[in-house]
Structure formats: structure tokens, C-alpha cells
């Protein structure tokens, strides 16, 4: 029972780089989302889709890019990282709407931008 | 903007005592509220939750108490234990059909044997 999967878990970056975080999921749900971990401040949506194909701005969306080409894959990008990025990211998936199913999340990547 | 407000930041309880977590949400209507459970170095994970149209849910040492007109609703942990050691967010979804769930901002309950 893989559920979601989030590679790579930990990453250092230097300001300016780019990277991709990449989510997977094998429970065949349509919805699935970014979220950023930082103390004090909760889970905050970055990015979310409700289907292939289809991608929608969250509460913090700037800095960062998704696509969601197949089913499985949600992507995360950053095109030029910043120290303010440093955070612990979270992908999660739904089988159905938020507001009426389980979310289940990934274990998370650790990124830090010096 | 924080929708939903999550009280307290971090909480000590000792072992089989009674911990209380306390959200209440603002200016939005919301319609479906779980609790999750996060132990360090995991994801969130489900671990309750209710809709407004029910006063109070009870799962095993777990209950949920919501309170519509005040617009608060808060997570009892019953006989603490320590194993119950995590954070606990509460989080809210609008009922404008927006897919999405708001989280609090996290409680981190240290239970002390």
C-alpha cells in the first residue's frame, strides 16, 4: 500500500536554482494538492488539481508552478528558489471533493534554500 | 489570511487527563470540518471529523464538539495517553464549492506519562 508518494524527502538548494517535486499517488484519485508546513503558520495550499489536465492557484501560489499531465503525478516546481521557500512540502490526495472524503497525505520533503 | 484560528499553540497534558483543542473560523462558510493527526516526520493523517449539522461526534477517546452559532468547534482527547503525543490541526472546507480544505495553524500536545 504505496498511497502517496513525494520524492525526493530532503533537498538543499542555492538560491536562484530550480528543482521539481514530484507526487505520486495509486489509489486512482482525481484531486490533489501542494501544501507548505512552516511553524506557527499550519498547512497553507500552494497549488491544487481536481482532475488531469487541470491546475488552481491555492492561498500561496507565487513562486511556484505545477502540472499535472497524468492522473498519478501531481508536479511541483521552482523555477528560481528562494530562502523563503525553505519549508516542508506536502502533496495529498482526495478521491472526491475536500469538503466530502479523507485527504491522504504524503510523508513530506524537507527543502531548504541557502 | 488565517480563516480558521486553532488554540492553543502547544499543550502539555499529563497522562489520563483531558486535552482540549479549540478552533473557531470567521467571515466564511465552511460545511465539513475534520481534525488530522500529524506524528514528527509524517504526513497528516485523518483522525476525525463532522459536519454542522451534528452538535458532536465520539470516536473511541476522541470526540468532536461543534458549535455552529458561535462558529467554534474543538477536538477532547479523553484518558490522554502518550502515544497521543502529536500536532493536531483542525481544518475547515467552504461550502461555496470551492475544493479545497483550510487548515488551523497546529497544536503540538505532549502527553507526559
Known amino acids: 500500500n504505496a498511497g502517496v508518494t513525494q520524492t525526493p524527502k530532503f533537498r538543499v538548494l542555492k538560491t536562484g536554482q530550480s528543482m521539481t517535486l514530484l507526487c505520486a499517488q495509486d489509489m486512482n484519485h482525481e484531486y490533489m494538492y501542494w501544501y507548505r508546513q512552516d511553524p506557527g503558520m499550519g498547512l497553507r495550499l500552494i497549488h491544487y488539481?481536481?482532475?488531469?489536465?487541470?491546475?488552481a492557484k491555492g492561498e500561496v501560489p507565487d513562486g511556484y508552478n505545477v502540472s499535472r499531465l497524468k492522473k498519478q503525478n501531481f508536479l511541483l516546481g521552482l523555477e528560481s528558489a528562494a530562502p523563503s521557500q525553505t519549508s516542508v512540502y506536502f502533496c495529498?490526495?482526495?478521491?472526491?471533493?475536500?469538503?466530502?472524503?479523507?485527504?491522504?497525505f504524503g510523508q513530506g520533503t524537507r527543502l531548504t534554500v541557502v | 489570511q488565517q480563516q480558521v484560528k486553532q488554540s492553543p499553540q502547544s499543550l502539555i497534558v499529563q497522562k489520563g487527563g483531558i486535552s482540549i483543542i479549540n478552533c473557531a473560523y470567521e467571515n466564511t462558510a465552511f460545511d465539513y470540518f475534520p481534525w488530522y493527526q500529524q506524528f514528527p516526520g509524517k504526513g497528516p493523517a485523518l483522525l476525525i471529523a463532522?459536519?454542522?449539522?451534528?452538535s458532536e461526534k465520539k470516536e473511541g477517546r476522541f470526540t468532536i464538539s461543534f458549535n455552529k452559532s458561535a462558529k467554534q468547534f474543538s477536538l477532547h482527547i479523553m484518558d490522554s495517553q502518550p502515544g497521543d503525543s502529536a500536532t493536531y490541526f483542525c481544518?475547515?472546507?467552504?461550502?461555496?464549492?470551492?475544493?479545497?480544505?483550510?487548515f488551523g495553524t497546529g497544536t503540538r500536545l505532549q502527553v507526559f506519562p
Open positions: 463532522i459536519r454542522p449539522d451534528v
Open positions: 481544518a475547515a472546507s467552504p461550502s461555496d464549492g470551492t475544493d479545497k480544505l483550510i
Open positions: 488539481s481536481v482532475g488531469e489536465g487541470t491546475t
Open positions: 495529498a490526495s482526495t478521491q472526491r471533493r475536500a469538503r466530502d472524503t479523507e485527504a491522504f
